[in-house]
């Protein structure tokens, strides 16, 4: 009895540092595509040219998420890394242009995204994980 009931609480221990190895890795994962996005979103507001490097960089994050990730966030960031290519065709915008964005909220379209994330993470629960599978 003790052989077992020592081995299932090593069990559970073990999913458990999993799921917060995996939480702490996908939280990492949204960060870095937030960060760079935003700063690839900035630069086609003011900028003409288009930056490949940072575009490459995300489709790579994205291409992450689609292993490790709802498929629906991998789609919201996708949806918003080809509106930053559509940005650049626009004109640039003046610095009071921004000042307007950033006062009716024009400035945040990452919101949805951040919302998905933060719903995937909130679901990952040892609850929600009692019953994965071992590999």
């Known amino acids: 009895m003790t052989f077992a009931a020592a081995w299932v ?23 870095q595509f937030s960060e760079e996005a935003s700063k690839s979103y900035v630069d086609a507001l003011i900028h003409d040219e288009t930056v490949l490097a940072p575009l490459v960089s995300l489709y790579a994050l994205i291409n992450r998420m689609r292993v490790v990730s709802d498929p629906r966030i991998a789609e919201r ?21 921004l000042r307007s964005m950033i006062e009716s909220g024009a ?4 919101r949805d995204f951040s919302e998905m994330c933060r719903e995937e993470l909130s679901a ?7 019953n994965r599978q071992t590999m």
Do not use: G
């Open 9 to 31: 609480t090593q069990r559970q221990q073990a999913n458990l540092q999993w799921l917060l190895q995996e939480k702490t890795r996908r939280q990492e994962l949204y960060q």
């Open 77 to 97: 960031a996708d949806k918003f890394v080809r509106m930053i290519l559509d940005t650049y065709v626009l004109p640039n915008k003046t610095l009071p242009e």
């Open 107 to 110: 400035l945040d379209p990452l």
């Open 124 to 130: 990952l629960t040892p609850v929600n994980f009692s």
